[in-house]
């Protein structure tokens, strides 16, 4: 038995799982079952970053970068070599920051990027053609066609699964980091 057999094993096991648990929402229209996976997903995904970064520290340090750079960006449009020259030494200190930003943001993904994994694994057993649902849009963007272009219909007025996720799960993390107060 390899590990090919081993993780087929294993996912099946989980996907049987997901579908005596939670499989009825595909009994529903796929934008609204695809925006409650993407609520459920959001949800998880936010509370992980809630309790596993330190939400004071992230703000405090959020507003210091976002202070530099204001004064940076009004000296540098006023033509202030003088406020420039003194932001200067500042700025070594500002990435460092960046980049612990950067660090922390990124420590909730090691809790959530296997579910995430096993959803969208789980949404395509379920979902095996991916234009299968479209959420038509009210405009028409041409990006959306790029990505449209194997299809018969290639118009760039409408998402498939993958898309409708993205931005519903955008809009529903948004929400949940308000109300949880989050940086």
Same mark, same amino acid.
């Given at each position: 038995m390899g590990i090919g057999d081993i993780l087929g094993a294993l996912s099946a096991a989980i996907y049987?799982?997901? &579908?005596?648990?939670?499989?009825?929402i595909f009994d529903l229209p796929p934008a609204i079952a695809i925006f409650i996976l993407a609520g459920?997903?959001?949800?998880?995904?936010?509370v992980v970053t809630r309790f596993s970064v330190n939400q004071e520290e992230m703000k405090k340090t959020r507003?210091?970068?976002s202070s530099f750079q204001k004064r940076m960006a009004k000296a540098t449009k006023e033509g202030n070599k003088k406020e420039l020259k003194k932001l200067q030494p500042e @700025? @070594?200190?500002i990435n460092q920051l960046n980049m612990k930003m950067m &660090?922390?943001?990124m420590k909730p993904m090691l809790f959530t990027m296997i579910p995430i994994l096993i959803l969208f694994g789980w949404m395509r057993?379920?979902?095996?053609?991916? &234009?299968?649902?479209?959420?038509h849009l009210p405009f028409d963007f041409s990006l959306f066609a790029y990505f449209h272009?194997? &299809?018969p219909d290639p118009a760039g007025n409408w998402l498939g699964y993958l898309g409708w996720y993205i931005l519903t799960s955008y809009f529903v993390s948004g929400?949940?980091?308000k109300i949880m107060n989050m940086a």
């Amino acid at each position: 038995m390899g590990i090919g057999d081993i993780l087929g094993a294993l996912s099946a096991a989980i996907y049987g799982f997901l &579908n005596i648990t939670i499989g009825s929402i595909f009994d529903l229209p796929p934008a609204i079952a695809i925006f409650i996976l993407a609520g459920i997903l959001g949800i998880f995904i936010t509370v992980v970053t809630r309790f596993s970064v330190n939400q004071e520290e992230m703000k405090k340090t959020r507003d210091e970068v976002s202070s530099f750079q204001k004064r940076m960006a009004k000296a540098t449009k006023e033509g202030n070599k003088k406020e420039l020259k003194k932001l200067q030494p500042e @700025q @070594q200190r500002i990435n460092q920051l960046n980049m612990k930003m950067m &660090n922390a943001s990124m420590k909730p993904m090691l809790f959530t990027m296997i579910p995430i994994l096993i959803l969208f694994g789980w949404m395509r057993a379920h979902y095996t053609d991916p &234009n299968m649902i479209a959420i038509h849009l009210p405009f028409d963007f041409s990006l959306f066609a790029y990505f449209h272009r194997s &299809n018969p219909d290639p118009a760039g007025n409408w998402l498939g699964y993958l898309g409708w996720y993205i931005l519903t799960s955008y809009f529903v993390s948004g929400v949940v980091r308000k109300i949880m107060n989050m940086a």
